[in-house]
């Protein structure tokens, strides 16, 4: 089960945290390929049973979606760190608002 945990880091640190996560998604995909190279070696030596090749398939696909959920972590981290450093467009939270009849609000 995929859970979120949340804690404290130093700002510095998430470009580490981020790389620490593309890592670990280069090797499961690398790990993957090789369960696919040997689920093909193992198809082409099997005439009616197929359940090796089949489980391989699985395992290489439960490979593959743990890269895609570090690929989004990693994505996720880098566009908040670069959202901090270089601003977003269009955020009002903070930041004083006009309606449209001319009055200012201070939104929290």
């Known amino acids: 089960m995929r859970?979120?945990?949340?804690?404290g880091v130093?700002?510095?640190?998430?470009?580490e945290i981020s790389e620490s996560l593309l890592q670990s998604s280069i090797e499961n995909l690398k790990s993957s390929l090789d369960i696919l190279e040997?689920?093909?070696?193992?198809l082409k030596d099997s005439d009616t049973n197929f359940i090796a090749t089949i489980?391989?398939?699985d395992k290489a696909?439960?490979?593959i979606?743990?890269?895609d959920l570090n690929l989004s972590d990693s994505q996720t981290i880098l566009e908040g760190l670069n959202n901090h450093y270089n601003g977003e467009k269009n955020v009002s939270?903070?930041?004083s608002t006009v309606d449209?009849?001319?009055n200012t609000t201070d939104e929290t």
Do not use: T, W
């Open 3 to 7: 859970v979120r945990v949340s804690y």
């Open 38 to 42: 040997r689920a093909v070696l193992d």
């Open 10 to 15: 130093d700002l510095e640190e998430l470009p």
């Open 100 to 102: 449209s009849s001319g």
């Open 65 to 67: 979606g743990k890269s």
């Open 93 to 95: 939270e903070g930041r």
């Open 61 to 63: 696909r439960v490979k």
């Open 55 to 57: 489980q391989m398939i």
